[in-house]
């Protein structure tokens, strides 16, 4: 188990409650909710009460003016792919205690569970504005209270045992981008090249800075200590002290004396030689996928040229033909033998219509902007999962990792389309939530049985792989006590089994 704070976006909108929760209940376009719960909001703790909730929630937020920052506590408590599907009661145990740990248990909170993905997770939004008081609490420290939980809940429960030894220093951001990106972070990059650099044998603050040149970034203050900046990308930056206990600002200046800024980022990037360039995670795979993402990546950046292009022509003609329209009718009134009287009811008139017709060309215009078709592949992991979704077997190679539960494999060389219309998981997967705690995930190959291996869910097991695998050519994987029941599930609804292996 694991609990994460999200951070709030720089965009205030976003981390409002009236955006988070929509999200968390109807995210991706469709229902996601497969649990909900309403903490300290007597009367509201139905799923159908959940707008109401968001309205009262954010008029006690309104009522604290002095804030101006975000009012909203977003919090996801992620399950091991392992773990057993939790009770309702087990549920709600451990979002109190995890809100508890943040400090937040008298203030108002959602919380829903979200089953589509591979492992399990719960969001929580808090209302950090205590109800009575209408202060604010920020839990800054509470990630050690987090970290205590989660292992004494995966004692309580019997989940998965998470290894929590501390690993390099990776900041929130970095951590997110090679999650959702799936690409190596600037943070990471740092530490892999300049982070190895022997300072022993640097002699001064120039030097270090001359020997950063070769990186193309730069070493810059940065509040009350010193951050890796590049020297042609702003936003690419990380603390100095992630690179190692040796980069911090108080060891460098022990060593070198007081800090000497260096050059300008002009210079640096005149000379860099090995600038940061965005690479898949893990080890390099010369299977041409990275190279075919780039190739989509150009080619989705000049479709959107081309049509940003035809869709200025368009408006610009539309444009041009209402006030060609107008001109005319108004040209045409100037030319009638009337009263003037008569000609300034028909003058205001036209400049009525004429602004009814505005309005419905700003909306037609509008609606051309939004059904633009978008040829964007997506981040480099969301390609992955798109092309393991379809059978692409260099993309399942990378994405796919050794089975632990009960697994039925396919023997079938052909590429396959997943059959369910899920969307694919992260991994090219998709997880089947069936009724009684029951979830399958289905890949390209093989059909497997997340949590306990009980009966009914070898059962859903086998007709699952029967509906999408076929009855021939199919090997059962797992314990030797879960594969001698299934290997008879399986021969009583016609499977026939080649192979046995055993986990």
């Given at each position: ?13 976003r ?23 309403a ?47 939790l009770?309702p ?11 508890r ?97 022997e ?16 990186f ?62 965005k ?21 989705a950046r ?138 399958l ?14 009966d ?48």
């Amino acid at each position: 188990m694991i609990i994460t704070p999200k951070q709030p976006r720089n965009d205030k909108t976003r981390s409002r409650l009236s955006t988070l929760v929509p999200y968390m209940l109807r995210g991706q376009g469709k229902e996601r909710c497969t649990w909900y719960m309403a903490g300290n909001l007597p009367g509201l703790d139905r799923r159908d009460d959940a707008g109401l909730a968001v309205d009262v929630m954010e008029l006690l937020q309104e009522g604290n003016q002095r804030s101006k920052g975000s009012k909203t506590y977003h919090l996801v408590i992620s399950f091991h792919p392992e773990d057993r599907r939790l009770m309702p009661a087990e549920l709600e145990e451990v979002v109190r205690r995890a809100v508890r740990a943040a400090g937040l248990e008298e203030h108002q909170y959602i919380a829903v569970r979200h089953s589509e993905q591979e492992h399990e997770h719960l969001h929580v939004a808090v209302n950090k504005i205590h109800p009575q008081t209408l202060r604010i609490h920020h839990p800054y420290k509470a990630i050690y209270g987090y970290q205590a939980l989660c292992s004494a809940l995966e004692e309580e429960l019997g989940l998965h045992l998470v290894d929590r030894t501390r690993g390099p220093s990776r900041s929130h951001k970095a951590r997110d981008f090679e999650a959702h990106q799936g690409l190596e972070s600037f943070s990471r990059w740092a530490s892999r090249t300049i982070g190895v650099t022997e300072l022993d044998r640097i002699e001064s603050w120039p030097a270090l800075h001359e020997e950063l040149k070769r990186f193309g970034v730069r070493l810059v203050p940065r509040g009350n200590g010193l951050a890796i900046l590049d020297a042609t990308r702003a936003n690419l930056t990380c603390k100095a002290s992630s690179l190692g206990r040796q980069w911090s600002k108080q060891r460098l200046c022990e060593r070198y004396g007081e800090f000497v800024p260096g050059p300008s980022a002009v210079e640096v990037a005149r000379e860099q030689l090995n600038a940061y360039v965005k690479q898949p995670l893990g080890r390099a795979l010369d299977d041409g996928l990275w190279h075919e993402y780039q190739g989509a990546l150009a080619s989705a950046r000049i479709h959107r040229s081309d049509l940003r292009e035809a869709l200025t022509r368009r408006v610009d003609a539309a444009r041009a033909a209402h006030r060609r329209r107008f001109k005319r009718k108004h040209h045409a009134i100037a030319a009638m033998p009337i009263p003037g009287r008569d000609k300034r009811r028909l003058y205001k008139s036209l400049s009525c219509d004429r602004r009814t017709a505005e309005r419905r060309l700003r909306a037609t215009i509008k609606q051309w902007r939004t059904l633009r078709p978008d040829t964007h592949p997506g981040s480099w992991k969301e390609f992955l999962a798109a092309r393991a979704g379809r059978g692409d077997q260099r993309a399942i190679g990378r994405l796919s990792r050794p089975s632990r539960g009960p697994t039925i494999k396919s023997g079938d060389k052909r590429l396959r389309f997943l059959s369910s219309r899920g969307l694919p998981t992260s991994r090219g997967s998709v997880v089947h939530n069936l009724g009684g705690g029951i979830r399958l995930r289905e890949s390209a190959r093989s059909i497997e049985l997340l949590g306990d291996a009980r009966d009914d869910g070898l059962e859903q097991l086998v007709r699952v792989a029967k509906q999408t695998l076929g009855t021939k050519g199919l090997t059962l994987l797992g314990p030797r006590d879960v594969q001698e029941r299934l290997s008879k599930m399986a021969a009583e609804q016609g499977l026939e089994i080649g192979e046995e292996r055993q986990r």
